[in-house]
């Protein structure tokens, strides 16, 4: 039964009963995410649970639960998939090993500013929805990270400053990146960041101004340097299944909260670039610019990695490169 009809059914016997109709039934949903409280996205998030609660009049609650605490980010999709929880946001990159049209947004210098991320994402939406779909999952909004750049222990002039070092990974990308400059990835999770570089398991780190700042970069790190390699997304998504249980007004709720995340999740995104920056440099990061050979080597690994992600993804990847093309500002 839907929410609406309930409430129908219930206020019809209210009145019969002759009691006044307090219990309406709301739903309550469940909704892991990956990344902390201070993090932009995670803010975001919880705004869009607000805005449906007041679209729905309280009909439709969503309780975020950050941090990976719920669920770690590994198993979020899965559980989405399996109706274990309704609801999850994950960064889209991760599922390259299904597919790797989900990791064009991770490609160096494919796209690696916000208008080129956004041509991007039109040119991508369409196919990355219908895999998703596939598997039952709605996909509802998509936010990018600020540009990826470099965290050090020291300043970086050349890919050969980077050579041998134990160096963090995120995804697919992040690691073959790391690779073709030969150093050593590891992947760690965002909530393990702090613990790694203590242990002296990672010593570098490939992220965002963001990431940088909400784990507190400079307790273990002196440089960053901001190569801006790509914009990768995080992603909204809702068990299909799930959805349809819905009435159409909850439905579209969701469906316009969703909207109004993703156009203010990118604002969010290019001002927190900028005050994540700063807060680097307040610490006492050294926030440099890339030299003219480190940007030009990391091109050539751009064009190397974008051939290789070319060849994987085939007749759909082919699509989406051309239709960019003909976006691309
Ligand atoms: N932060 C996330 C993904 C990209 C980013 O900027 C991370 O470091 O895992």
Known sequence: MTGKSFLKVALASASTLGVAATATAATEWDMPTPYGDRTFHTVNIREFADDVAQRTQGELKINVHSNGALIGHPEIKNSVRRGI???????????????????????????????????????????????????????????????????????IDGVDDLRNLKMRAYNTASERLARLTDAVPTQ????????????????????????????????????????????????????????????????????????????RGWEMSKNETRQALATLAENGIEVSEPSAELKAELQQIGQTMTQEWAEVAGEPGQQILEKYQQLKP
């Open 85 to 155: 929880v309704p609801m999850g946001e994950l960064i889209m990159s991760r599922l390259a090993n299904e597919n790797p049209i989900y990791d064009v947004d991770s490609v160096p210098y494919l796209a690696a500013s916000y208008d080129e991320a956004w041509a991007l994402w039109q040119a991508s939406k369409d196919v990355i929805s219908e895999e998703l779909a596939k598997q039952r999952l709605r996909l509802l909004f998509a936010v990018p990270w600020p540009p990826q750049g470099l965290y050090t222990q020291k300043s």
């Open 188 to 263: 760690v999770e965002v909530p393990d960041i702090p613990t790694a570089f203590s242990t002296g398991r990672v010593e570098a780190m490939i992220t965002s101004p963001a990431t940088g700042a909400d784990t507190k970069a400079w307790d273990y790190l002196s440089n960053f340097n901001h190569v801006q390699l790509w914009l990768p997304k995080n992603m909204v998504i809702v068990n299909e299944k799930a959805f349809s249980r819905l009435d159409a007004d909850t439905q579209q709720a969701i469906l316009d909260a969703a909207a109004a995340a993703e156009v």
